[in-house]
């Protein structure tokens, strides 16, 4: 079954707000990996994460390995139409050897 | 373009039917992963191969089979389709044989089943 928690699942914005999300665990996780989909195209990745308290940027996209290693963050700034898309958490869990996903969280952005 | 390719991009077949989905990694990645992707849902962890063996197992019905070959590529083999094995099938390579090499996806074959 499902061990990610992945917030908010959709997000109406203005263009240029800032935008966060998160995904969230009971278990300890040892990687943490940001992807994300646009209509017809398969997940692309944007952030890796490997270390706690990790906080890594790509851009106008920071991700954070939470200290607990029971989360992660993701927030995009000053967004953009482009932005528009499925964002995915994946996680590899500590003892673990397969790749959980979260839900997805759907951005929407109104011009 | 992330350099895995996936063939065919859409597929239709009937309840019933079998189809081979195809996947071509990145040069260079030994492992070879599944996924499937129903309609507003997450992305579901078939199988995993690496360099030719399987590694790792999801959630695959048993109508459902994988082989990874000498070349690397690999082929997703659906059998006895059912109108809910419609989905987006992705292929992702990795480097590595571990998760902890970022997975690289496809853009993924649409199989609609009537």
């Known amino acids: 079954g499902q061990q990610l928690n992945q917030s908010p699942q959709s997000m109406f914005i203005q263009e240029g707000e800032d935008v966060s999300m998160n995904c969230t665990s009971s278990?300890?996780?040892?990687?943490w990996l940001w992807y994300k989909q646009d209509p017809g195209e398969g997940p692309v990745l944007l952030i890796a994460?490997?270390?706690?308290?990790e906080l890594t940027s790509n851009g106008r996209l920071t991700a954070q390995f939470g200290i607990t290693r029971k989360d992660s963050f993701l927030n995009i700034s000053a967004s953009i139409p482009s932005d528009v898309g499925i964002y995915f958490c994946?996680?590899?869990?500590?003892?673990?050897?397969?790749?959980?996903f979260g839900q997805g969280t759907r951005l929407t952005i109104n011009p | 373009d992330s350099g895995v390719t996936q063939t065919p991009k859409h597929l239709i077949t009937a309840t019933g039917q079998r189809v081979t989905l195809r996947c071509s990694p990145r040069?260079?990645?030994?492992?070879v992963y599944w996924y499937q992707q129903s309609l507003d849902q997450g992305l579901q962890f078939l199988i995993q191969?690496?360099?030719?063996?399987?590694?790792a197992k999801g959630n695959i019905l048993e109508r459902f089979s994988a082989q990874q070959f000498p070349d690397l590529h690999s082929e997703l083999n659906l059998s006895s389709l059912e109108l809910g094995d419609s989905a987006l099938y992705f292929c992702?390579?990795?480097?590595?044989?571990?998760?902890?090499?970022?997975?690289?996806f496809g853009n993924g074959t649409r199989l609609t089943v009537t």
């Open positions: 994946a996680g590899l869990r500590e003892g673990a050897q397969k790749l959980v």
């Open positions: 191969y690496y360099n030719g063996e399987e590694r």
């Open positions: 994460l490997y270390k706690a308290g």
């Open positions: 992702a390579s990795s480097v590595g044989g571990h998760y902890n090499s970022p997975l690289h």
């Open positions: 040069s260079g990645d030994l492992s």
């Open positions: 278990s300890i996780f040892n990687t």
